[in-house]
Nanobody, 118 residues
Framework: HVQLVESGGGLVQPGGSLRLSCALS????????ISWFRQAPGKERERVSC????????HYIESMEGRLSLTRDVGKNTVYLDMYSLKPEDTAVYYC???????????WGQGTQVTVSS
Protein backbone atom coordinates (compact mmCIF):
# COMPACT_ATOMS: atom_id res chain seq x y z
CA HIS A 1 0.00 0.00 0.00
CA VAL A 2 1.64 3.22 -1.21
CA GLN A 3 1.59 6.07 1.27
CA LEU A 4 3.24 9.47 1.60
CA VAL A 5 2.87 11.23 4.95
CA GLU A 6 3.96 14.82 5.44
CA SER A 7 4.85 16.37 8.78
CA GLY A 8 6.65 19.40 10.14
CA GLY A 9 4.28 22.18 9.20
CA GLY A 10 3.17 24.82 11.66
CA LEU A 11 3.12 28.50 12.50
CA VAL A 12 6.36 30.39 12.01
CA GLN A 13 7.25 34.07 12.09
CA PRO A 14 8.46 35.83 8.95
CA GLY A 15 12.15 35.11 8.47
CA GLY A 16 11.88 31.78 10.25
CA SER A 17 12.63 28.27 9.03
CA LEU A 18 10.84 24.95 8.88
CA ARG A 19 11.73 21.41 7.93
CA LEU A 20 9.01 19.41 6.24
CA SER A 21 9.27 15.64 6.12
CA CYS A 22 7.68 13.19 3.71
CA ALA A 23 7.75 9.62 5.01
CA LEU A 24 7.21 7.00 2.35
CA SER A 25 5.80 3.49 2.67
CA UNK A 26 4.87 0.79 0.19
CA UNK A 27 7.74 1.68 -2.14
CA UNK A 28 11.43 2.51 -1.97
CA UNK A 29 12.77 6.03 -2.25
CA UNK A 30 15.61 4.70 -4.39
CA UNK A 31 13.13 3.68 -7.10
CA UNK A 32 11.18 6.94 -7.40
CA UNK A 33 11.52 10.70 -7.39
CA ILE A 34 9.51 12.87 -5.01
CA SER A 35 8.20 16.38 -5.69
CA TRP A 36 6.82 19.00 -3.35
CA PHE A 37 3.80 21.17 -4.14
CA ARG A 38 1.88 23.84 -2.29
CA GLN A 39 -1.55 25.36 -2.51
CA ALA A 40 -2.52 28.65 -0.94
CA PRO A 41 -6.17 29.59 -0.31
CA GLY A 42 -7.83 30.69 -3.52
CA LYS A 43 -4.81 29.81 -5.63
CA GLU A 44 -3.87 26.91 -7.87
CA ARG A 45 -1.51 24.24 -6.66
CA GLU A 46 2.08 24.89 -7.75
CA ARG A 47 5.19 22.73 -7.82
CA VAL A 48 7.74 23.89 -5.25
CA SER A 49 10.60 21.48 -5.86
CA CYS A 50 11.37 18.47 -8.00
CA UNK A 51 14.14 16.39 -9.52
CA UNK A 52 14.52 15.90 -13.24
CA UNK A 53 15.05 12.29 -14.42
CA UNK A 54 17.31 13.20 -17.32
CA UNK A 55 20.15 14.67 -15.28
CA UNK A 56 19.03 14.34 -11.63
CA UNK A 57 19.05 18.13 -11.36
CA UNK A 58 17.12 19.83 -8.57
CA HIS A 59 14.59 22.49 -9.44
CA TYR A 60 12.89 24.97 -7.14
CA ILE A 61 10.05 27.40 -7.65
CA GLU A 62 11.47 30.78 -8.62
CA SER A 63 9.79 32.64 -5.75
CA MET A 64 11.63 30.45 -3.24
CA GLU A 65 14.95 30.14 -5.05
CA GLY A 66 17.80 30.23 -2.54
CA ARG A 67 15.43 29.55 0.34
CA LEU A 68 14.84 25.81 -0.17
CA SER A 69 16.89 22.68 0.24
CA LEU A 70 15.69 19.23 -0.78
CA THR A 71 17.38 16.23 0.84
CA ARG A 72 16.59 12.59 1.38
CA ASP A 73 17.44 9.76 3.75
CA VAL A 74 17.25 6.44 1.93
CA GLY A 75 17.63 4.48 5.18
CA LYS A 76 14.56 6.19 6.63
CA ASN A 77 12.74 6.24 3.28
CA THR A 78 12.07 9.92 3.89
CA VAL A 79 12.45 13.13 1.92
CA TYR A 80 12.97 16.51 3.57
CA LEU A 81 12.23 20.04 2.41
CA ASP A 82 14.06 22.69 4.41
CA MET A 83 12.60 26.16 4.01
CA TYR A 84 14.41 29.32 5.11
CA SER A 85 13.64 33.03 5.37
CA LEU A 86 9.96 32.29 5.14
CA LYS A 87 7.57 35.00 4.03
CA PRO A 88 3.82 35.44 4.62
CA GLU A 89 3.24 34.62 0.95
CA ASP A 90 4.71 31.17 1.58
CA THR A 91 1.64 30.32 3.64
CA ALA A 92 0.00 27.28 2.08
CA VAL A 93 -0.69 23.60 2.46
CA TYR A 94 2.42 21.74 1.36
CA TYR A 95 2.19 18.32 -0.26
CA CYS A 96 4.71 15.71 -1.28
CA UNK A 97 3.92 13.54 -4.28
CA UNK A 98 5.52 10.66 -6.12
CA UNK A 99 7.01 11.73 -9.42
CA UNK A 100 9.71 13.91 -10.94
CA UNK A 101 9.64 17.29 -12.64
CA UNK A 102 8.20 15.90 -15.86
CA UNK A 103 5.61 13.62 -14.27
CA UNK A 104 2.01 13.89 -13.29
CA UNK A 105 2.28 12.51 -9.74
CA UNK A 106 0.50 9.22 -9.15
CA UNK A 107 0.34 9.34 -5.34
CA TRP A 108 -0.03 12.29 -2.95
CA GLY A 109 0.31 12.90 0.73
CA GLN A 110 -2.43 14.49 2.78
CA GLY A 111 -0.61 17.81 3.12
CA THR A 112 0.79 19.83 6.00
CA GLN A 113 -0.18 23.42 6.77
CA VAL A 114 2.54 26.07 6.83
CA THR A 115 1.51 29.47 8.16
CA VAL A 116 3.96 32.37 8.12
CA SER A 117 2.68 35.18 10.29
CA SER A 118 3.75 37.49 13.07
Amino acid sequence: HVQLVESGGGLVQPGGSLRLSCALSGFKLDDYLISWFRQAPGKERERVSCVRYSDASLHYIESMEGRLSLTRDVGKNTVYLDMYSLKPEDTAVYYCARGGCDDVPDHWGQGTQVTVSS
